[in-house]
């Protein structure tokens, strides 16, 4: 089983974020499904919540890959380090485009049941991006 948990986890990020393949949710996102993202000021919720926030992505970044760096799994839950790249050509967060490229990494645990993601949590380096953007300045030396 934990290799088929895997492999939900791993189309999430190919099929969706990678490929644009939003109806991919419907098939591997529960319908009561919850997303925690502290970047996010709400969780997402469901197959329309994955689609909204993958699209949000793709738009601000259209040429974003994400690939799997690690991935380990057991019982239910399945864990994928990743890292995230992509050009900022189109508005992102209520930000105009920088043009800029940015590599972001993160991790996200999922939690399967009956062959569908019933929950999420993901942590990635959100100031970096902004960073890299040139939207926050670079951090000073100690």
Not at 32 to 41: F, R, T, V
Not at 125 to 131: A, S
Request: with cysteine; net charge negative.
């Amino acid at each position: 089983m934990t290799d088929a948990n895997r492999e939900i986890s791993r189309r999430i990020l190919d099929e969706v974020f990678n490929q644009g393949r939003e109806e991919v949710a419907d098939e591997l996102i529960a319908p009561e499904a919850i997303g925690h993202d502290p970047a996010l000021p709400e969780p997402t919720r469901g197959p329309e919540g994955l689609k909204q926030n993958a699209a949000t992505y793709r738009g601000a970044f259209p040429d974003l890959r994400v690939g799997i760096d690690d991935q380990c799994a057991e019982g239910e839950l399945v864990c994928t380090r990743w890292t995230a790249k992509g050009t900022n050509t189109g508005d992102f967060w209520g930000m105009a485009a920088t043009g800029k490229q940015a590599t972001i990494t993160g991790i996200t645990i999922d939690r399967i049941a009956g062959g569908k993601i019933v929950e999420s949590w993901t942590n990635w380096d959100t100031l970096g991006m902004l960073q890299q953007l040139g939207v926050v300045p670079a951090s000073m030396p100690a």
